[in-house]
Nanobody, 120 residues
Framework: QVPLVESGGGLVQAGGSLRLSCAAS????????MGWYRRAPGKQRELVAF???????TYGDSVKGRFTISRDNAKNTVYLQMKSLKPEDTAVYYC??????????????WGQGTQVTVSS
């Protein structure tokens, strides 16, 4: 498995923006999909967004219209641009990868997570 390392988390005021990055130590060119999940204190992990190797994106309902996922295969990096942040976006954000070449996305590789805190 190719290790994933997230960065870009931090503390931001409500209404602000952050961009998370997920760097893979190897090529992601053939990866079926890359995604972001999050886990808030006391809550289950939830999907934030994922992007397939064909560029199709899927977003969780709570972030639609505010977050954008993108993928740069040349840099082996996936980004999550977050705008209009809300206190309820506070969570640890995890990068994930489906390293297969095709199929319904199933994420089996995970990063260590990066904390995002949104103050009111």
């Amino acid at each position: 498995q190719v290790p994933l390392v997230e960065s870009g988390g931090g503390l931001v005021q409500a209404g602000g923006s952050l961009r998370l990055s997920c760097a893979a130590s190897g090529s992601i060119f053939t990866f079926n999909a890359m995604g972001w999940y999050r886990r808030a204190p006391g809550k289950q992990r939830e999907l934030v967004a994922f992007i397939t190797n064909g560029g199709t994106t899927t977003y969780g309902d709570s972030v639609k219209g505010r977050f954008t996922i993108s993928r740069d295969n040349a840099k082996n990096t996936v980004y999550l641009q977050m705008k209009s942040l809300k206190p309820e976006d506070t969570a640890v954000y995890y990068c994930s990868a489906d390293q297969r070449r095709s199929g319904t996305p199933m994420f089996s590789t995970w990063g260590q997570g990066t904390q995002v805190t949104v103050s009111s």
